[in-house]
């Protein structure tokens, strides 16, 4: 992924940030310190591109009513071909039970940590930078973790679940704040689901599936 590139998608990202900050009942504090932390990134390499068949599924050019999410979109859709993604077998492949999901669902790190930099554009300690893709009727089951993320709906709708709420149709360019080892899930229906999520705190703590 080349410099400018990156920040062109971190310059349209910290832009979705700060609109959805202005939004009524937005979680300030935590849009704020993601803010922040996404303009204090700097490019650190030149990652090596691969791709991957999610992607190349799924995410693709849609009509998107939400300026912010769809200027997102066209930015992402750009630079996909520079990025390098990874499948979701990475971090579940011996999770039982997660065969279906690790087959349609791909995201790329553009920030994290030192030890994680493979293929990240930034290596930083304070914040996870990722793009995910979510194929169609795909569910991500209860996971958690102590790091407080951001999420960002770039294109697609999907269904959230957060906690013992009960489950919550998202759209572009809605933000869904998950807090520390709060469980969560998402689940696809007809189309996929893209979005944004940061990671603004704890970015070294591992990520575990809760089982009922």
Same mark, same amino acid.
């Given at each position: 992924? @080349?410099?400018?590139?990156?920040?062109?998608?971190t310059d349209i990202a910290?832009?979705?940030? $700060?609109?959805?900050?202005?939004?009524?009942?937005?979680?300030?504090?935590?849009?704020?310190?993601?803010?922040?932390?996404?303009?204090?990134?700097?490019? %650190?390499?030149?990652?090596?591109?691969?791709?991957?068949?999610?992607?190349?599924?799924?995410? $693709?050019?849609?009509?998107?009513r939400h300026r912010h999410?769809?200027?997102?979109? +066209?930015?992402?859709? =750009?630079?996909?071909?520079?990025? +390098?993604?990874?499948?979701? +077998?990475?971090?579940?492949?011996? =999770?039982?039970?997660?065969? %279906?999901?690790?087959? *349609?669902?791909?995201?790329?790190?553009?920030?994290?940590?030192?030890?994680?930099? @493979?293929?990240?554009?930034?290596?930083?300690?304070?914040?996870?930078? *990722?793009?995910?893709?979510?194929?169609?009727?795909?569910?991500?089951?209860? !996971?958690? !973790?102590?790091?407080? =993320?951001?999420?960002?709906?770039?294109?697609?709708?999907?269904?959230?679940? $957060?906690?013992?709420?009960?489950?919550? =149709? $998202?759209?572009?360019?809605?933000?869904?704040? !998950? @807090?520390?080892?709060?469980? !969560?899930?998402?689940?696809?229906?007809?189309?996929p689901l893209v979005a944004?999520?940061?990671?603004?705190?704890?970015?070294?703590?591992?990520?575990?599936?809760?089982?009922?």
């Open positions: 992924m @080349t410099a400018a590139s990156y920040q062109a998608l910290t832009i979705a940030w $700060r609109a959805a900050a202005a939004q009524p009942f937005a979680p300030r504090t935590e849009l704020d310190r993601a803010v922040t932390l996404l303009s204090g990134l700097s490019f %650190a390499g030149q990652a090596s591109p691969r791709s991957h068949g999610v992607v190349e599924r799924h995410l $693709r050019p849609r009509a998107v999410a769809g200027a997102l979109l +066209d930015t992402l859709l =750009e630079t996909a071909p520079t990025i +390098d993604w990874i499948g979701g +077998d990475s971090g579940y492949g011996s =999770e039982p039970g997660m065969e %279906a999901f690790c087959a *349609n669902y791909a995201f790329c790190a553009l920030a994290g940590p030192a030890r994680w930099a @493979t293929g990240c554009s930034a290596v930083s300690d304070e914040v996870g930078f *990722n793009f995910t893709v979510q194929g169609p009727n795909v569910t991500y089951p209860d !996971h958690a !973790h102590k790091a407080i =993320e951001l999420y960002y709906v770039v294109s697609g709708k999907a269904l959230w679940k $957060r906690g013992d709420e009960p489950w919550v =149709e $998202r759209y572009p360019g809605e933000v869904i704040l !998950h @807090t520390a080892g709060m469980r !969560h899930a998402m689940k696809t229906a007809d189309e944004m999520a940061v990671w603004i705190s704890d970015i070294q703590a591992p990520l575990v599936v809760v089982r009922a």
